[in-house]
C-alpha cells in the first residue's frame, strides 16, 4: 500500500471511502443497510470510532472519522471483515433478492483473483484515507461527501438522503447514526 494511503495520524480526522467489488449495488434493500449501520453504531460503542460525518451510497460508503480507541485501520479492517460476512449471509438467505445467484456470482469471482481470499470477496481491498489536515480538506471533503447522492440524481437536496449525515448538518433533525459535529 502506498505511504500516501495510510492512517499516518490518529489524532487527525481522515475521509476514507470503501466500494463493494464491482461496484454492486447491494444497499438498496434495508436489510443490507440496516446491517451497515448496525456495524457503524458497534464500532463507535466498543472500538472508540468517531464518526464526524457518512454517507452510505448503493455500492459505496464515505466516511469522515477519527478514534478514541483502537487505531483507524484495525477498525476499518474489522467493520470490513464483519461486514463482508454478515452481508454475504444475508444476501444468500434472501429469497426475495432477484439478483442473488449474480452478486453471489460477482463477490465469487473478485474472491477468486485476490489471493488473500479463501472463498468470496464483498469489499475491494483499498480504503484510501485522506487525512484532513487543512480546514479547506476537511470542507471540500464534507460537502463531497453530503453531496454525492445528489450528484448521482437519487435526491435534490443532500438532507433528503436518508442514509447520510446531511440531514444532521442542514436541518434540526437527527439522522440515523450519532454524530461529532464539525464546526
Same mark, same amino acid.
Given at each position: 500500500?502506498?505511504?500516501?494511503?495510510?492512517?499516518?495520524?490518529?489524532?487527525?480526522?481522515?475521509?476514507?471511502?470503501?466500494?463493494?467489488?464491482?461496484?454492486?449495488?447491494?444497499?438498496?434493500?434495508?436489510?443490507?443497510?440496516?446491517?451497515?449501520?448496525?456495524?457503524?453504531?458497534?464500532?463507535?460503542?466498543?472500538?472508540?470510532?468517531?464518526?464526524?460525518?457518512?454517507?452510505?451510497?448503493?455500492?459505496?460508503?464515505?466516511?469522515?472519522?477519527?478514534?478514541?480507541?483502537?487505531?483507524?485501520?484495525?477498525?476499518?479492517?474489522?467493520?470490513?471483515?464483519?461486514?463482508?460476512?454478515?452481508?454475504?449471509?444475508?444476501?444468500?438467505?434472501?429469497?426475495?433478492?432477484?439478483?442473488?445467484?449474480?452478486?453471489?456470482?460477482?463477490?465469487?469471482?473478485?474472491?477468486?483473483?485476490?489471493?488473500?481470499?479463501?472463498?468470496?470477496?464483498?469489499?475491494?481491498? #483499498? !480504503?484510501? @484515507?485522506?487525512?484532513?489536515?487543512?480546514? &479547506? +480538506?476537511?470542507?471540500?471533503? $464534507?460537502?463531497?461527501? #453530503? !453531496?454525492? @447522492?445528489?450528484?448521482?440524481?437519487?435526491? &435534490? +437536496?443532500?438532507?433528503?438522503? $436518508?442514509?447520510?449525515?446531511?440531514?444532521?448538518?442542514?436541518?434540526?433533525?437527527?439522522?440515523?447514526?450519532?454524530?461529532?459535529?464539525?464546526?
Amino acid at each position: 500500500m502506498s505511504r500516501k494511503y495510510k492512517f499516518n495520524d490518529q489524532q487527525k480526522l481522515y475521509f476514507v471511502s470503501f466500494a463493494t467489488v464491482y461496484w454492486l449495488d447491494v444497499f438498496t434493500r434495508n436489510e443490507y443497510r440496516n446491517i451497515m449501520l448496525d456495524s457503524f453504531r458497534y464500532c463507535q460503542a466498543e472500538k472508540g470510532l468517531e464518526i464526524y460525518a457518512w454517507c452510505l451510497m448503493p455500492s459505496h460508503v464515505h466516511l469522515i472519522m477519527g478514534t478514541v480507541g483502537e487505531p483507524m485501520q484495525d477498525i476499518l479492517r474489522d467493520m470490513k471483515k464483519y461486514t463482508s460476512k454478515r452481508l454475504t449471509a444475508a444476501i444468500e438467505a434472501n429469497p426475495q433478492e432477484s439478483r442473488r445467484e449474480w452478486m453471489l456470482w460477482m463477490m465469487a469471482r473478485a474472491g477468486k483473483k485476490n489471493p488473500n481470499n479463501e472463498k468470496m470477496q464483498f469489499w475491494q481491498q #483499498h !480504503n484510501q @484515507p485522506i487525512e484532513l489536515n487543512t480546514p &479547506e +480538506k476537511l470542507r471540500q471533503r $464534507l460537502n463531497y461527501l #453530503h !453531496n454525492n @447522492p445528489v450528484v448521482a440524481g437519487f435526491v &435534490e +437536496k443532500p438532507e433528503d438522503w $436518508l442514509y447520510s449525515s446531511a440531514v444532521d448538518y442542514c436541518t434540526n433533525r437527527k439522522g440515523l447514526i450519532d454524530l461529532i459535529y464539525i464546526e
